[in-house]
Every structure is written in structure tokens, then in C-alpha cells.
């Protein structure tokens, strides 16, 4: 039988080739490497690089490139060939380890959120060798041996989210290695590891239909459009029979996925017609990023090759459900265990306890920088639009392990639920359920059994920037938690006793932040508000909490991002924002002027003669009217805000217009053609 894959990771350069091609004392230090994260040995470097360039060429490859992950929330690369002049005319391959270790990208049109002027014009690629590489084809079958790198400034300072994302992955490892300790767990100099799972929402749009839309095409999204009298109301959509095309396209998706080593597992059918889900088997963070890099990008190619267009957008249709990417996170300790995972013994249980307790308190302490972390324009669409979680952070524990909570606040002595005594540490608590317990969907941050699920974010976003405030904020919640405890001990208190006033402290100050209800409730929000949750309604407000000091001071102190660095994502995130509206302003634009007005001319002309549809007539010049003085509206609008509001304002003419003029003079696909053709 088999029990293998066909292809699977046949484009990837990972541990098993490297274990075959390289040198066993080679193989056994870039290991470490990526074991521990212990620093490159730089002598190995030309023997990984000319094993890598070998098997690259076997596979056809003639260019390598550094792929990095600028602010723009994209991947990015820049290639070159593995040539070098044999100074006889000819060239001969190669491929030095200083190649693979760095790169020199022309970091100019990359944004930098103003540190490249306060440092230096240049941007630097280093090779990440805990993400392995992989072999990229393009549209003409090229093909190219892909690096994942970080992407910093002369000085090291980071230009992208992978270099954050690996500093906050070793803060969490300390303080959780740090903790273990605590818990009699030492496993040496063996890192712990933050997990990812990230499910990811798409549509999938014919693409004939998309090259009529200019709004798609320029912004991903639908600015105008009506909706169509059928659509997720019935219901009937959601794990429905996947369409032949659909079909086959998720079959050349996930076959594509795995031979470059993405573990694609589930794939289904979403609420919304057109709309999908595909997710992966969780893996070690950074890794699971990398490859949602490259899921959304594999996505989009091979919807074209099937005749779709891939909308990865928030909203990408009014009236509608929105897309976003369900982070699904957990901690797995140094001894190579899930630490969410409820255990059954008293000592593990009470490490168990003692993590839901922290990430209380991180949540809570920084709800402000998780909800800054999925801001965007287009998921301004979708959070709080009763579908996807409120703007306002709270966490979902389910009624067990709240009481389990309450318990340990109480005092830790009085009965549990099932009748037995807590003590943290020493009696054996309530069994939890184990396994997918959570069907409460409203909550934005679940405990669902051996992990918590971030539901924020959007699925347009790169999943490192909430993973990068996940992994901070919990290990400043571990390194307070283990200074209290170390310092309890040390004044001669029993362990378990330490623990247990430690925990009740910090459940009394955090547990505001427990919410097992309905998220998308208007009680809900005025609950939150009397709790003093903060409700950040939109991007701007959000990316507000990036500068604050409680920021600076939390990311500057685990060596995440410094206080420049973090400056820089300020300025470039609303840059970004800003841009992006604009965007959609001259799109609206164009639109309403060169395709609606005109649209709604001919109709009325067409009409003008007949005397039975005077009333219809009347209609679309009223509606003719308020478009025209929507135009000089939004023409006049300034700031994001009154931008917005302006093109709202217009659309709904726009999409009143489109009831009324007749079928075949309105220009744009509608909402029916698109989402159930
Ligand atoms: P659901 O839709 O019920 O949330 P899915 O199977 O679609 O479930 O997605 C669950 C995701 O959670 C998968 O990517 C899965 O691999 C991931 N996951 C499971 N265990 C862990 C873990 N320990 N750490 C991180 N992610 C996990
Ligand atoms: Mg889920």
C-alpha cells in the first residue's frame, strides 16, 4: 500500500534532500541551525548553495532569487542567473554561499516607511534556512530556485514582516522555555515553537465577467454593483456539491501546493455563493507563513489557468459574506509537545491553566495592537459586518474552562463543575472536552480545544503581523507570570500555592476580556463598552495604537521591532491605507463618469418617447441626477473617511440606477452573472 503522496514536496529543497546531498557534517550543523536557531555556520554555506544550484538545474532551473516579504503585505524577488564568466567568452554555472547567504534587491520602490532615509538607500536579503527553498515555474514554465530571505537595511534594521515575525517567534520561545523550567520541563537548548494554521477564504469569479469590471481589476473589490435577489440566503451553498470546474481546479491547486510542500488539507464550499476555503495542516509559524505566502499566490495562478479570476479581497461584494483567515495558534514546547493540549495529569494541567491564564492577560493588556494588526482597508469591510468577528477583541473559553477560571480565582479550593476540588498542581481538575469544541463562530479569539483561533484576520493580509503581536504579547503575559512565580519561590513559598495567587491576581485584573456570547450582538458591544474594551471601529483609529508608547515599549523590550522600526510601520501602513483609498476614489470615478452616466443617458433616450414608461423615465433622471452630484461630491471629498462616506453615497445611485435601466445598455457584469453563473 502506499502511504505517500505522489509529488509531494517534489519542489522543495528540504530536510530529506539536504540530508541525501549535503556532507553529514554539513547536514548536521545547518540542522542545529534550524533546530535551535543557533546562528549559521558560514563555512557550510558553498556546500549548501552548490547542492542546491545541482538540484535546481536537475529541475530545469537557470535563475535563483531571494523571495522577501516587504510591508506591503506581498512577497517580492529578484532574480539571477547562475552563470559566471569563464573569461574565454563562455560561463560556467555557479552559485556561491555568499549568493544564497545575502542578496542586494533594488530596495527603492519597496516602502520603508521612512527608515531607508534616516539609515541607508540599500536593502539587504538573508537566506532564512528554517524555511526551506523551492523551486517557483512561471506563466512560460521557467523555472526558478526560490529562497525565502528577510529583507533589512544597512544596519539590520527590518524592511519586512519575516524578520519581526522570527525575532517575536524567539521572545515566545525563551519565556516559554523559561516557563516549562518553571514546570519541571528542560529540554537544554531545544527552542519552543509557536504553531500556525491559517484557513483561507476565497472567491472564485469567471474571468470573462472580471476583465468587464474595472473596480475588480483595480481594486479587488465590487464599488458598485446591486445584489442579486438569490444569494446566500438560501443556505444552500455551504458544503454543497463543489462544481465540476471548481472541481478541478482545487485538484490542480492542491496538487500544485504539494509538490511545493504545502500540507493543503480541507477544502470546501463557503456560505457565499462563488466563495471557497482551503486549509493547510498546521506547522511551525514561520513556516505556515511562508506557505500561506505562497498558497495565495498558487491560488491566483491556477484560477487563471482554470478561467478565474482568484478575489482575495475582504469584501470583494456588498451584501455578502466577506473572506478572512482564521489563525489558528498554539505553542508547542521545547519537548515537542502542544502545551493548549488539556493534560491529563495535575502538574500538566496546571501548565496548561497557567497559559490560557497569560493569554488572558496578554489579550486583554494588548486587544488594542491585535485589532491594529489585522486593520486594512478592506477588512474595514468586514469586521463588526455580522459575519465575521466585532472590532472589539475578546476571548471565547467556553463554559468549562471558564469555570475552571472561576475556580482558580475563587481561591482554588472550592468544587468544580463535576463535583471534584481544584488545587492547581496537585489534584487532578476537571476533564476538558477534548477535539473541535468551540461552535461559537461570533467570538474573534476561540479556544477551540488544543489551540486558539484569531478570526480577524483578513484574507487578504500576510498572517505574520497578527502572529507577530500574538507571539509578543504572550511572551511578555509568560515573562511576568514566571518573575511573580521565581520571586513567590524564592521567598520560600510552596510552588503550587505561588501559582495559584499569581493566576487568581491576574484572572481579577484580566477577565474582562472573557466573553462566551454572542459577539455579534449590539448588548455585546455595549457590554464591552461598560467593560472598557476599546472598539476600534476602522484602520485609521487602529493604526493610531501603533504609536503609542505601551507599544514602543513592549515590541522595543522582547527585541521585536525597535522604536524606529516600528515607526516605519506606521508610516507605511498608512501610507498603504491611504493609497488604497485613493485608488478606489478614481476608480468610482471613472466609472460613474465614462460608464454609469452614459449608461443611464441611453436608457433615458431610449425610453423618452414612450409614453407608458414616463415614470420609469422620470426615476432614472432623478437617480441620473443624484449620480451626477455624487461625482462632484466624491471629486470634492478629502481624507479617507469623507472619501468613503462619498463613495458610499454614490454607489447607492449607482445601484439604484441599475434596477432601472435595462439589462443590456448596463455596462457592468452584475452581481447574478458574477456570483451564480
Ligand atoms: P475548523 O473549520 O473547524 O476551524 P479546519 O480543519 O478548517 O477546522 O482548520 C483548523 C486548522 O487548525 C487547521 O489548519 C489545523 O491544522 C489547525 N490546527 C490544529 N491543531 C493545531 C495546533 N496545535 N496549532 C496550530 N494549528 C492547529
Ligand atoms: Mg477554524
Known amino acids: 500500500m502506499k502511504n505517500t503522496i505522489e509529488g509531494f514536496?517534489?519542489?522543495v529543497?528540504?530536510?530529506?534532500?539536504?540530508?541525501?546531498?549535503?556532507?553529514?557534517?554539513?547536514?548536521?550543523?545547518?540542522?542545529?541551525?534550524?533546530?535551535?536557531?543557533?546562528?549559521?555556520?558560514?563555512?557550510?554555506?558553498?556546500?549548501v548553495a552548490e547542492a542546491m544550484k545541482e538540484w535546481a538545474m536537475e529541475k530545469g532551473a537557470t535563475h535563483y532569487t531571494h523571495w522577501f516579504q516587504p510591508l506591503t503585505g506581498a512577497t517580492a524577488e529578484k532574480h539571477d542567473a547562475f552563470i559566471f564568466p569563464d573569461f574565454k567568452g563562455g560561463v560556467v554555472t555557479s552559485f556561491s554561499g555568499d549568493e544564497l547567504i545575502q542578496g542586494e534587491p533594488d530596495a527603492s520602490s519597496f516602502p520603508s516607511g521612512g527608515l531607508r532615509a534616516t539609515f541607508e538607500a540599500r536593502g539587504y536579503t538573508g537566506w532564512d534556512p528554517t524555511s526551506p527553498a523551492f523551486i517557483k515555474y512561471d506563466d512560460a514554465g521557467a523555472a526558478t530556485l526560490t529562497i525565502p530571505t528577510v529583507f533589512c537595511g544597512y544596519n539590520g534594521e527590518a524592511l519586512d514582516k519575516k524578520t519581526p515575525l522570527l525575532r517575536s517567534m524567539k521572545a515566545l520561545s525563551e519565556q516559554t522555555v523559561r516557563l516549562g523550567k518553571l514546570f519541571g520541563v528542560d529540554c537544554g537548548d531545544t527552542m519552543a515553537k509557536a504553531t500556525l494554521g491559517s484557513e483561507q477564504e476565497y472567491f472564485l469569479i469567471d474571468e470573462d465577467l472580471v476583465a468587464a469590471r474595472p473596480d475588480i481589476l483595480q481594486t479587488g473589490r465590487t464599488l458598485f454593483g446591486k445584489g442579486a435577489s438569490k444569494h446566500q440566503q438560501l443556505d444552500d451553498h455551504?458544503?454543497?456539491?463543489?462544481?465540476?470546474?471548481?472541481?478541478?481546479?482545487?485538484?490542480?491547486?492542491?496538487?500544485?501546493?504539494?509538490?511545493?510542500?504545502?500540507p493543503a488539507k480541507t477544502r470546501h464550499n463557503e456560505v457565499c455563493p462563488a466563495q471557497f476555503e482551503i486549509a493547510p495542516v498546521f506547522e511551525t509559524l514561520n513556516?505556515?507563513?511562508?506557505?500561506?505566502?505562497?498558497?495565495?499566490?498558487?491560488?491566483?495562478?491556477?484560477?487563471?489557468?482554470?478561467?478565474?479570476v482568484c478575489l482575495l479581497h475582504e469584501k470583494p461584494f456588498a451584501g455578502v459574506n466577506g473572506s478572512g483567515k482564521h489563525n489558528n495558534w498554539s505553542i508547542m514546547g521545547p519537548d515537542g509537545k502542544n502545551w493548549l493540549k488539556p493534560a491529563d495529569n495535575p502538574h500538566e494541567y496546571a501548565k496548561f491553566m497557567t497559559i490560557v491564564v497569560a493569554l488572558m492577560k496578554a489579550v486583554d493588556t494588548h486587544a488594542d495592537l491585535l485589532r491594529a494588526s489585522v486593520a486594512s482597508a478592506g477588512n474595514d469591510h468586514r469586521l463588526g459586518a455580522n459575519e465575521a468577528p466585532p472590532a472589539v477583541v475578546s476571548i471565547f473559553l467556553g463554559d468549562q474552562l471558564t469555570d475552571v477560571i472561576e475556580q482558580i480565582e475563587a481561591g482554588g479550593a472550592s468544587s468544580s463543575q463535576d463535583g471534584g476540588f481544584i488545587h492547581l498542581g496537585v489534584d487532578l481538575l476537571p476533564k476538558l472536552p477534548r477535539g473541535n469544541t468551540d461552535r461559537n463562530r461570533t467570538s474573534p479569539f476561540a479556544f477551540v480545544g488544543n489551540r486558539f483561533e484569531f478570526r480577524a484576520v483578513g484574507s487578504n493580509q500576510s498572517p505574520a503581523g497578527a502572529n507577530i503581536v500574538l507571539n509578543t504579547i504572550v511572551a511578555e503575559a509568560f515573562d511576568y507570570i514566571c518573575t511573580e512565580v521565581e520571586a513567590g519561590v524564592e521567598k520560600g513559598g510552596e510552588f503550587n500555592a505561588v501559582l495559584q495567587d499569581v493566576l487568581a491576581a491576574v484572572?481579577?485584573?484580566?477577565?474582562?476580556?472573557?466573553?462566551?456570547?454572542?459577539?455579534?450582538?449590539q448588548e455585546w458591544l455595549d457590554e464591552a463598552a461598560k467593560r472598557g474594551l476599546p472598539n476600534l471601529k476602522n484602520t485609521e483609529e487602529s493604526l493610531e495604537v501603533l504609536a503609542t508608547q505601551k507599544a514602543k515599549d513592549i515590541f522595543a523590550k522582547y527585541g521585536v521591532?525597535?522604536?524606529?522600526?516600528?515607526?516605519?510601520?506606521?508610516?507605511?501602513?498608512?501610507?498603504?491605507?491611504?493609497?488604497?483609498?485613493?485608488?478606489?476614489?478614481?476608480t468610482a470615478l471613472?466609472?460613474?463618469?465614462?460608464?454609469?452616466?452614459?449608461?443611464?443617458?441611453?436608457?433615458?433616450?431610449?425610453?423618452?418617447?414612450?409614453?407608458?414608461?414616463?415614470?420609469?423615465?422620470?426615476?432614472?433622471?432623478?437617480?441620473?441626477?443624484?449620480?451626477?452630484?455624487?461625482?462632484?461630491?466624491?471629486?470634492?471629498?478629502?481624507?479617507?473617511?469623507?472619501?468613503?462616506?462619498?463613495?458610499?453615497?454614490?454607489?447607492?445611485?449607482?445601484?439604484?440606477?441599475?434596477?432601472?435601466?435595462?439589462?443590456?445598455?448596463?455596462?457592468?457584469?452584475?452581481?447574478?452573472?458574477?456570483?451564480?453563473?
Open 9 to 11: 514536496g517534489e519542489k
Open 13 to 47: 529543497f528540504g530536510l530529506p534532500l539536504m540530508e541525501a546531498r549535503l556532507s553529514a557534517p554539513t547536514f548536521a550543523s545547518l540542522k542545529k541551525t534550524i533546530d535551535t536557531g543557533s546562528m549559521l555556520d558560514a563555512s557550510i554555506a558553498d556546500e
Open 238 to 262: 455551504y458544503f454543497g456539491s463543489i462544481k465540476s470546474r471548481v472541481a478541478a481546479f482545487m485538484a490542480d491547486l492542491d496538487a500544485e501546493l504539494w509538490k511545493l510542500g504545502v
Open 287 to 308: 513556516i505556515s507563513v511562508d506557505h500561506n505566502m505562497i498558497t495565495m499566490d498558487v491560488l491566483r495562478t491556477t484560477a487563471e489557468k482554470h478561467g478565474f
Open 507 to 521: 484572572i481579577k485584573e484580566h477577565k474582562r476580556i472573557l466573553f462566551n456570547g454572542d459577539n455579534y450582538t
Open 561 to 586: 521591532l525597535s522604536n524606529v522600526e516600528l515607526e516605519s510601520r506606521y508610516n507605511t501602513y498608512t501610507e498603504v491605507y491611504e493609497t488604497l483609498i485613493a485608488i478606489e476614489v478614481n
Open 590 to 677: 471613472d466609472i460613474a463618469k465614462t460608464m454609469i452616466v452614459p449608461a443611464a443617458v441611453t436608457a433615458i433616450n431610449e425610453y423618452s418617447s414612450v409614453a407608458a414608461v414616463a415614470g420609469i423615465t422620470d426615476e432614472i433622471s432623478s437617480l441620473l441626477e443624484k449620480t451626477v452630484a455624487g461625482i462632484a461630491a466624491l471629486e470634492a471629498a478629502e481624507g479617507a473617511t469623507a472619501e468613503i462616506a462619498a463613495m458610499n453615497e454614490l454607489r447607492a445611485s449607482v445601484d439604484a440606477l441599475e434596477a432601472l435601466v435595462p439589462a443590456d445598455i448596463w455596462p457592468l457584469p452584475t452581481y447574478s452573472e458574477m456570483l451564480l453563473g
